[in-house]
């Protein structure tokens, strides 16, 4: 079976590399770019539809303030991405924006941040997959129809490729993320073209649609609120412009200057894609209706509903279709590499987060786990959890991506604000040191380009919470405290252990016990039990003694015949147990030893046999697994396994053990010696 599970594992992850490899794992800025940006430059596949859906609610006469609110996406993204520039060259060692809230505005405020990246990056993979399916599902009836599984198949096939290490995911999603950014920009490319030089009219398929308001004769703060909720829903085109402040130890080097070389690509690709799609979608006519109510609200030519069985095509299949023609090769081309962009968007994520896990642990704020490297030296637990909580979503919420979007942001610009914040503090305290006048002019820049930031991602952030709020956000509202809660608790555990077990003035490592007492259990005279005896006797005890339950009379008997028979040198105790328990009369009589001789120490030594096959533990060793956990809470108690090797357990001898995904493993400058005497240094 071992055999087995490892081949599986080695087909899926691929060989184990050695720590010293780990520099074979850096990235390019080419490959950079797709690892770390998909999921921002995929938002152009839906975050220009959502503020056209939020607007539609109040009828298409509000679609001439979507210029105004894309024009307001567009910069609050630039400067975000100004931002994150100047975080990556101050703050390059991956811990991106909580080490910057944790050095800056205390530990609370990192804490705070690492929720609130935490909820994002597994609202991400969530949204980003569901996105997918949704594509998919509207040309394969199948995938509509099994949404939930579809989405969680394609998670866990995402998990696989990222546990092979981040190489070999960035390789692998290269080709699609800048297959999708050639055919976009190429897109808008042509479709400017056909307008400004040709002179052209495109047409998108639903441009002779109409829109039924749900909202009319609004108030002008009705009006406003609208307008602030397509601009909060827009902005989900702002997540994942963190990850690579998040992802800096991932880049050759230069480190600093790659990582801010590849965010200012980043933004500036995604910033055409976003503002083109939407110049397009305006100028041929789309019109897009909330998914609950097109079959109602989206009226035909003739004024009659468009009906349930009306497909609303995306955005970007609109604007394919009025570009390039409908059923085209670039339309198809188009629609297929939109949809698998959508699935690669989540591998943001899968960098992002164990990254972050990682620093955590390393700080005592989640388990030491997360710390750990697998096989092909990624953080392999990490991933794990995330897809984990990737799929709880996807299952909870039905796939359904107009609920998770409602959830989606918040966390991100909570992270984006104390972020842009704590890099003001940063600058502001070193300009008090600092006398070389032109790093002091850098300095003041970066200070007045954070502080803008940070103002602007401030107030999208009360817009966020103000508009979504009650349609959802209050669930990450929630869940970023509980996190936030779970970490300190997590930290507070591991200072309680670490203050317990520091070495103090007043302790006496050279303290010995007065005597050991040995004891070692018997339940009938056989191979393991004689071994146990021989080894109790090699120690060299105070005192020892062997000690049997006695449940049935003429059983204790028969032992007790036996042992003076073989006369064996160790004398035999029968404790008696009149309800035929066999734990409790030993824990007991320990107790009873503990308490005459405190400064005694009291050894248990256990016979136990070793099996080969996994059934065969249900049917071995129960009462000494029973036994060992209940004295292992006895303080001055020591136990001691004996193990006893049966035939079965010949046939996992010599083999190597498997790993785990992120399983414990040696330090890199361990040295083992081999069987021919040689030294070889992990």
């Known amino acids: 079976m071992a055999k087995v599970t490892d081949l599986v594992k080695r087909l899926l992850v691929g060989r184990a590399l050695r720590s010293g490899q780990l520099h074979e794992q850096l990235l390019r800025k080419r490959i950079a770019l797709p690892v770390f940006a998909s999921d921002a430059l995929s938002s152009v596949a839906y975050a220009p539809q959502e503020i056209l859906v939020i607007l539609s609610l109040a009828g298409v006469s509000f679609y001439t303030y979507s210029p105004w609110v894309a024009m307001a996406v567009v910069v609050v993204m630039l400067t975000v991405v100004a931002s994150y520039r100047q975080n990556v060259h101050a703050y390059p060692s991956g811990g991106g924006d909580y080490e910057v809230a944790t050095t800056n505005l205390g530990k609370n405020a990192g804490l705070t941040v690492a929720s ?196 609303q095509q995306p955005i970007i299949s609109q604007v394919a279709d009025a570009v390039f023609g409908g059923g085209s090769l670039m339309f198809i081309v188009i629609s297929a590499v939109t949809a698998l962009i959508l699935f690669l968007a989540a591998n943001t994520a899968f960098n992002g987060f164990p990254v972050l896990g990682s620093i955590l642990a390393q700080d005592r704020y989640l388990p030491r786990q997360l710390h750990t490297r697998g096989d092909r030296l990624a953080f392999s637990n990490g991933i794990v959890i995330l897809a984990l909580g990737a799929c709880l979503l996807l299952w909870g919420f039905d796939a359904d991506v107009s609920r998770l979007l409602n959830l989606y942001i918040v966390g991100v610009f909570v992270s984006f604000t104390l972020s842009q914040t704590g890099m003001v503090i940063h600058w502001t305290r070193h300009l008090k040191t600092e006398t070389d006048s032109k790093i002091r002019l850098q300095m003041h820049r970066s200070r007045v380009i954070n502080f803008f930031g940070g103002v602007m991602t401030g107030l999208v952030l009360i817009v966020v919470l103000l508009t979504k709020f009650l349609v959802g956000a209050w669930i990450v509202v929630i869940a970023m405290p509980i996190l936030f809660l779970m970490m300190k608790g997590i930290r507070h555990h591991y200072d309680n252990v670490a203050a317990e077990l520091e070495i103090t003035e007043d302790y006496e490592p050279t303290m010995l016990p007065a005597r050991n007492h040995a004891i070692v259990l018997v339940s009938k005279i056989h191979k393991p039990t004689l071994r146990a005896l021989a080894y109790a006797r090699a120690t060299r005890p105070s005192m020892l003694e062997a000690i049997t339950v006695g449940v049935e009379g003429e059983e204790a008997r028969k032992l007790q015949e036996e042992w003076e028979r073989r006369g064996i040198p160790v004398p035999l105790k029968m404790l008696d147990s009149p309800y035929r328990e066999i734990t409790q009369p030993i824990l007991d009589y320990v107790k009873h030893l503990r308490r005459r001789s405190p400064r005694d120490v009291v050894t248990v030594f256990i016979p136990e046999y070793v099996v080969g096959h996994w059934w065969e533990h249900l049917l071995h060793n129960q009462s000494a697994l029973r036994l060992k956990a209940r004295l292992l809470f006895k303080p001055g108690v020591m136990v001691t396994s004996v193990p006893w090797q049966l035939h079965s357990s010949d046939r996992l001898k010599g083999r190597p053990e498997p790993f785990a995904p992120g399983s414990v493993r040696r330090p890199w400058h361990t040295t083992v010696k081999e069987e021919e005497g040689q030294i070889r240094t992990r």
């Not at 597994?122 to 949404?147: M, Q, R, W």
């Not at 703060?221 to 963190?242: D, Y």
């Open 116 to 311: 609130a990246l935490m909820v994002d990056y597994v609202l991400t993979v969530a949204v980003s997959v569901a996105n997918g399916v949704d594509y998919v599902g509207a040309t394969i009836p199948f995938v509509g129809e099994h949404k939930p599984t579809v989405a969680i198949a394609i998670v866990i096939l995402l998990t696989v490729i990222n546990l092979r290490g981040i190489r070999e995911s960035g390789a692998a999603f290269a080709i699609p993320t800048y297959a999708f950014m050639v055919a976009v920009l190429g897109l808008v490319a042509w479709g400017g073209f056909r307008l400004l030089v040709l002179g052209d009219e495109i047409k998108a398929p639903s441009a002779d649609f109409t829109i039924e308001p749900e909202q009319v004769n609004l108030t002008a703060f009705a009006a406003a609120f609208l307008i602030l909720r397509a601009f909060s829903s827009g902005c989900a085109a702002l997540t994942g412009v963190e990850a690579i402040s998040n992802g800096v130890p991932a880049f050759r080097k230069p480190k600093s200057k790659n990582a801010a070389t590849t965010l200012l690509m980043m933004g500036l690709i995604a910033v055409t894609m976003f503002s083109g799609i939407i110049a397009l979608g305006l100028a041929s006519g789309v019109k897009i209706a909330e998914p609950s109510v097109v079959a109602e609200d989206l009226l035909r030519p003739d004024g009659t509903p468009v009906g349930p069985n009306y497909y």
